[in-house]
């Protein structure tokens, strides 16, 4: 169990670079409380760590307005079941660069925050998500509309067959050039992004570009936006819809 070691050598680099080299890591959970975390590992594949079993994988409890956490070339994953990977709570200008999630064994979500107020920036570049067929949700966004910013760039989402959950869920995703494959699910719905959760109104709610979207056959939605609130900002442009999206795949807006 590394969880002791990961621990203490991030409280020692205060900051600075802990890397992890070509392995596999075991931890059960850590709760991460540093201004400053900087990750570094040897490539998503390369450096993996790996969860027994607990609620949360990663916990981030910061919330200092000038910290910042880099998460570099690392993979998430667990053999036992989970709540969620990580949990960033409040913490400020998270960024993941070239990550692998997979959470086929989390119960609730990937990588979900709180919504408590105050703003706090997400970015997420060339990572891959992978989620369970009992997966509910992927990156989860709960706060108050403007109070979480999540920005995706490169990403790619994979659903197994039988998903029945929201890759991504409410307000505030600015979401270019990312692929989301549900190619796997033939029957049921789902959806790829429902960005009517925390919304409120005159806000803004998100904007989606460049981006790919694939279906099986199924009764699923690209975007659910029944209940946005009214007067609110959502933009999708540059998109491609591939496989059985029924002709609503985009539901009405308020």
């Keep these: ?27 059960t959970t850590l709760s991460l409380s540093g201004a400053n975390i ?48 990580f949990f960033l709570e409040e913490s400020q200008n998270v960024s993941f660069d070239r990550c692998l999630f997979d959470a086929s064994n989390c119960t609730a979500d990937a990588i979900a925050d709180t919504a408590a107020a105050g703003l706090s920036k997400y970015l997420f570049t060339d990572c891959d998500f992978t989620l369970g067929a009992s997966t509910p949700r992927g990156i989860y ?40 494959d549900a190619s796997l699910v033939t ?23 460049n981006c790919k979207f694939l279906d099986g056959g199924s009764t699923g939605f690209a975007f659910k936006l029944t209940s946005v609130a009214a007067n609110c900002d959502f933009a999708e442009s540059n998109n491609v819809f591939v496989g059985g999206f029924s002709k609503a795949f985009l539901m009405g807006v308020s």
């Design 1 to 27: 169990d590394d969880t002791t070691a990961i621990l203490a050598a991030t409280t020692a680099a205060n900051g600075g670079i802990v890397f992890f080299p070509k392995g596999t890591y075991k931890i």
């Design 38 to 85: 900087n990750w570094l590992g040897s490539g998503a594949g390369s450096s993996i760590i790996s969860g027994t079993t607990n609620s949360t994988l990663i916990g981030l409890t910061d919330n200092t307005i000038t910290g910042w956490k880099n998460f570099t070339g690392l993979s998430f994953t667990s053999s036992g079941t989970y709540d969620r990977l």
């Design 141 to 180: 966004n709960q706060a108050a509309v403007g109070a979480r910013h999540v920005a995706l760039n490169g990403c790619n989402f994979k659903v197994p067959s039988g998903f029945t959950g929201s890759i991504l869920v409410g307000a505030d995703f600015i979401v270019d050039n990312c692929r989301f």
């Design 187 to 209: 029957s049921g719905v789902y959806r790829h992004i429902d960005a009517e959760s925390g919304t409120a109104a005159g806000r803004y709610v998100g904007s989606f570009t």
